[in-house]
Nanobody
């Protein structure tokens, strides 16, 4: 599976942004898909995950209620809608493919994109 993120950019606090992740390869709908982020000098942390069929989602505490993960299996796409953005959301955002919607550790995900930068100014 190859993954490619897009949609990052520079926005102001309170703005919205939607990230996209395009996947290539077979059996896309058998993978749970996750979003992670990594700020400079910090560890890569869990943001959100969605099950293969899109029926189950989980979110990190810092984004719950503001971010929404979704997927379109017909298009091999995963999305992260980010609303009410805060300066602390600034990071490189990565999408990843893994084996279970219950995975939250980056080490549990098998495939990664190259990342897209999101910068939120105050």
């Amino acid at each position: 599976v190859q993954l490619a993120e897009s949609g990052g950019g520079l926005v102001q606090a309170g703005d919205s942004l939607r990230l996209s992740c395009a996947a290539s390869g077979r059996a896309f709908n058998t993978y749970a898909m996750g979003w992670f982020r990594q700020a400079p000098g910090k560890e890569r942390i869990f943001v959100a995950v969605i099950s293969g069929r899109g029926s189950t989602t989980f979110y990190g505490d810092s984004v719950a209620g503001r971010f929404t993960i979704s997927r379109d299996n017909a298009k091999n796409m995963v999305y992260l809608q980010m609303d009410s953005l805060k300066p602390e959301d600034t990071a490189v955002y990565y999408c990843a493919a893994g084996g279970s919607v219950h995975f939250k550790n980056p080490n549990q995900f098998d495939y990664w994109g190259q990342g897209t930068q999101v910068t939120v100014s105050s």
